[in-house]
């Protein structure tokens, strides 16, 4: 093998993908999840663009650079979005599961990635819809059907995902990261991706009864009975 190749074997691939959605849908939370697997309960709302840096390896072999632009909700119909979007190779439209107008404001986004595809004159990037908050089915308000023939009808891929629990966060970005470079993940590579998600109880009932108790021990009256 000569160096050159060994150089070429080497260099990471460098992939852009931009964050579009309303705002409060929970794009900060899903680059910080997957970027540094954090997250935060405070809703900040993101002022112009923040960057985010990832480094995968797709199919076990292949080394990639994710760039991903997340960019705040007021960027509709803003002067900068075009110059976001630019050399983009993948772009996640996202919503809130939970919130009916995040979902139907996905078509206003959804014309602005379109007419710089036109404009631009270069090959559309991959597109990829998210229904974010996946964790709060039983607040759903857009149903999994709606969702689906978007998805259908724009040629999108198809996610549903957690911010909070990080659930599906990994799985759609190697699937995104993969479709981008034209390859198809398997059944094992989906699974090498799969987070643990461990549901944290909060248990209100052994709170009562440990204060409870502490209260037998340490009152000297008789016990009452606390109405609550």
């Known amino acids: 093998m000569s160096d050159c190749d060994s150089e070429d074997d080497a260099t990471d691939k ?28 405070t809703h900040k709302p993101t002022v112009g663009v923040d960057f985010y840096l990832k480094r995968i390896l797709v199919k076990g072999q292949i080394n990639v650079v994710l760039h991903i632009w997340d960019l705040g909700g007021q960027s509709l119909g803003g002067n900068m979005l075009q110059n976001y979007i630019y050399g983009a190779q993948g772009i996640l439209l996202v919503y809130d599961i939970t919130d009916s107008l995040s979902f139907d404001n996905l078509y206003d986004w959804l014309s602005v990635v379109n007419s710089h595809g036109i404009q631009s004159g270069k090959t559309p990037p991959h597109l990829a819809l998210i229904g974010n908050k996946a964790d709060q089915l039983h607040l759903r308000t857009v149903s999994e059907e709606r969702h689906n023939k978007f998805a259908n009808e724009h040629d999108m891929s198809s996610h549903f995902l957690s911010a909070k629990t990080g ?62």
């Open 14 to 41: 460098q992939l852009k993908i931009v964050i579009l959605g309303d705002s409060a849908t929970g794009k900060t939370n899903i680059a910080t999840r997957y970027a540094q697997d954090q997250f935060c309960r």
């Open 167 to 228: 659930e599906s966060v990994l799985v759609c970005f190697q699937q995104v990261a993969a479709e981008m470079m034209g390859l198809k993940l398997t059944t094992a590579d989906h699974e090498l991706q799969q987070r643990v998600v461990t549901a944290q109880i909060e248990n209100a009932e052994s709170e009562i009864q440990a204060s409870s108790s502490n209260t037998w021990n340490t009152s000297p009256r008789s016990p009452i009975c606390l109405l609550q």
